[in-house]
């Protein structure tokens, strides 16, 4: 399989699953409903609002400039993407690049999109293209479900600034865009060497060698 159909497989696969995901999510549970799956992992339905980990800054014209900012950089990782295809790149870069780009097209779909065509699912299941949605383009809410309270108790009394504290490891909840730009990063490190090649500089010495 060519690197090019690897990248547009990879990317149509993770969207669509995202978004089947979110969609199935947004239209049977009500906000803040939680199915047990096992002890350490729930399906747990909350909306992100604003930045990852549920941070959030500046209202709607806070949310607005995070939308804007996540489809310049969507652009961005697509110019990469494309100018890492045609070199002779490690295939795991190629998968690598395409998830983070997939991760930010899944949440930027919420973003962009939820907002005017789901409504409130506050107390009850949304409905889908909704006749009073709860916003407008470019202010949708993330849709959040993954959540993996591995482990919850009161730290030791001896840890710095933290002790003594209750915590739960791990507290955040995330979606599959989420999860595949972790995995894209975590290919990217693993694949450093390839994705990110040092200039050989005995080569170029020897090249403008040569010319003289």
Do not use: C
């Amino acid at each position: 399989m060519s690197k090019r159909n690897l990248a547009i497989l990879t990317i149509l696969f993770t969207i669509i699953l995202d978004q089947v995901i979110k969609i199935y999510i947004k239209t049977n549970f009500f906000l803040g409903e939680e199915v047990l799956v096992f002890d350490w992992f729930r399906i747990h339905f909350v909306e992100n609002n604003g930045m990852a980990m549920g941070f959030e800054f500046g209202g709607k014209a806070g949310k607005l400039f995070l939308t804007v900012f996540r489809l310049v950089a969507v652009t961005a990782i697509m110019y990469w993407l494309v100018g890492t295809i045609k070199t002779k790149v490690h295939n795991a870069v190629i998968i690598a690049i395409s998830l983070i780009f997939s991760g930010a097209v899944g949440n930027i779909i919420d973003s962009v999109f939820y907002g005017a065509i789901f409504d409130d699912s506050t107390n009850k299941v949304a409905t889908l293209f909704a006749d009073v949605p709860y916003g407008t383009l470019f202010h949708g809410k993330v849709v959040d479900m993954f959540y993996f309270p591995i482990w919850s108790g009161d730290l030791p009394s001896w840890i710095p600034f933290i002790g003594g504290d209750s915590f739960t490891f791990f507290q955040y909840i995330f979606n599959p865009a989420d999860a595949y730009i972790t995995i894209g990063v975590a290919l990217l490190f693993i694949f450093s060497k390839q994705a990110f090649p040092k200039e050989d500089k005995k080569g170029v010495e020897f090249s403008e060698t040569s010319k003289e």
